[in-house]
T-cell receptor, first 109, second 115 residues
Framework: QQPVQSPQAVILREGEDAVINCSSSKALYSVHWYRQKHGEAPVFLMILLKGGEQMRHEKISASFNEKKQQSSLYLTASQLSYSGTYFCGFSGNDYKLSFGAGTTVTVRA | NAGVTQTPKFQVLKTGQSMTLQCAQDMNHEYMSWYRQDPGMGLRLIHYSVGAGITDQGEVPNGYNVSRSTTEDFPLRLLSAAPSQTSVYFC??????????????FGPGTRLTVL
């Protein structure tokens, strides 16, 4: 079952912040975040493990609430290079990694 | 290292035809997987493999077959193509722990159109 990701799309001006949320109906072992530019393959941003710390990639950070089975990605002081589609991926006790439908982020000058 | 390679990059099929999408990696990764990407649906897992000789189904396996005879290769076979299989297909690989704790390295994708 795919994670539920929101919002579907967000438009920002450079320097603004945004939050992308992801939730699951199954128990989670880890949360992955990827970014995909148009016409390209998804690229890894970070992994958050059960019981682990909040992670950071440049000015992008993420949190993982194991009890609520939710994760959030925080885009801080957004840059033009942050534009793209962001996917959360959830993994449980098996080896499957299921992705959400994606959030399209557009950062404008 | 070439990383994860996929061939072909583009393919057009007629309904009912069969074909194989190729995926290879040179990083000695144990875990490999296939995803399809459709507008508004994100990435959906088709099949995955935790090592040579071991495969399992993902979320949307119907109409697709896989095999893993070597660590390097993980081909995806469409048995009888249907228009609903029009999509972009991504192959990914990662070290031993696969989807749980490891980075997934994605190939460049194959854009498939079924008429």
């Amino acid at each position: 079952q795919q994670p539920v990701q929101s919002p579907q799309a967000v438009i920002l001006r450079e320097g603004e912040d945004a939050v992308i949320n992801c939730s699951s109906s199954k128990a989670l072992y880890s949360v992955h975040w990827y970014r995909q530019k148009h016409g390209e393959a998804p690229v890894f941003l970070m992994i958050l493990l059960k019981g682990g710390e909040q992670m950071r990639h440049e000015k992008i950070s993420a949190s993982f609430n194991e009890k609520k089975q939710q994760s959030s990605l925080y885009l801080t002081a957004s840059q033009l290079s942050y534009s793209g589609t962001y996917f959360c991926g959830f993994s449980g006790n098996d080896y499957k990694l299921s992705f959400g439908a994606g959030t399209t982020v557009t950062v404008r000058a | 290292n070439a990383g994860v390679t996929q061939t072909p990059k583009f393919q057009v099929l007629k309904t009912g035809q069969s074909m194989t999408l190729q995926c290879a990696q040179d990083m000695n990764h144990e875990y490999m997987s296939w995803y399809r990407q459709d507008p508004g649906m994100g990435l959906r897992l088709i099949h995955y493999s935790v090592g040579a000789g071991i495969t399992d189904q993902g979320e949307v396996p119907n109409g697709y077959n896989v095999s893993r005879s070597t660590t390097e290769d993980f081909p995806l076979r469409l048995l009888s193509a249907a228009p609903s299989q029009t999509s972009v297909y991504f192959c990914a690989s990662s070290p031993v722990a696969g989807g749980r704790t490891d980075t997934q390295y994605f190939g460049p994708g194959t854009r498939l159109t079924v008429l």
